[in-house]
C-alpha cells in the first residue's frame, strides 16, 4: 500500500517567516511551484505554509504592495503536517478535514517532502487500470495533449496546473447548471 513517503514531492521550497512576500513571489516563480513551506527565523523545522492563493488573496486583491508584506503576515500557521507512513487514505482525510490542497510531509521536526492532492492523484495509483471517473479522464486527456517537458519540477507543476484548471473547469460547470 502507497504511503505519503512514496508520493510526495520532493525537495521543498522554504523561506523564512521575516521575508518579503515580493521574495516569496520570485522565489515561486524561480521554482517553479505553487507553494513554499515557511520556517521559523532561528528555530529548526517547518512552521507554516504559504501558497500562490495567500499571496493573490491576502496582499494583490487587498492592494498592498508585496515589498511592504512579510511572508509572517499572511502565512498559514501552524500549517497542516502529514506523517511519511500515513496511506493514501488518510492522507486525503487529513487535506480533505483541512480544507487545504497540501501539506508538508514531516517525521520527527524534520521536513521530508510535501504531499499534494495532485500527487494523490497522479502517482497514487502506479500501474492501475485506467481511471474511468470523468475528472481523472479528462486530466489525463489533457496531460496527454500537453507540451513534453523534461524538467521533472516543471513536469510536476504542469501536472498540477492541468489538474487544477479542468477541477476549476468541472465546478464552473456544475455550477452553470445548477
Not at 140 to 164: F, K, M, S, T
Amino acid at each position: 500500500m502507497l504511503k505519503a513517503r512514496d508520493i510526495m514531492t520532493q525537495p521543498v521550497v522554504v523561506i523564512r517567516k521575516t521575508a518579503t512576500v515580493e521574495n516569496a513571489i520570485w522565489l515561486i516563480r524561480a521554482k517553479r511551484v505553487r507553494s513554499l513551506v515557511v520556517e521559523e527565523a532561528f528555530e529548526k523545522g517547518p512552521y507554516g505554509i504559504l501558497t500562490e492563493k495567500d499571496i493573490v488573496y491576502k496582499v494583490i486583491a487587498q492592494g498592498d504592495n508585496p515589498r511592504f508584506v512579510r511572508v509572517s503576515s499572511i502565512m498559514r500557521q501552524p500549517c497542516i503536517q502529514v506523517p511519511p507512513h500515513a496511506t493514501l487514505l488518510e492522507v486525503a482525510q487529513i487535506l480533505a478535514e483541512a480544507g487545504v490542497h497540501r501539506a508538508p510531509v514531516i517525521e520527527q521536526d524534520e521536513l521530508l517532502g510535501i504531499v499534494s492532492v495532485t500527487d494523490i492523484l497522479l502517482k497514487g495509483y502506479p500501474g492501475a487500470a485506467p481511471p474511468r471517473d470523468e475528472l481523472s479522464q479528462r486530466i489525463q486527456e489533457a496531460l496527454g495533449n500537453a507540451r513534453i517537458i523534461d524538467d521533472q519540477d516543471a513536469q510536476i507543476e504542469q501536472e498540477c496546473d492541468v489538474a487544477w484548471q479542468i477541477l476549476e473547469d468541472m465546478r464552473l460547470d456544475a455550477a452553470h447548471y445548477a
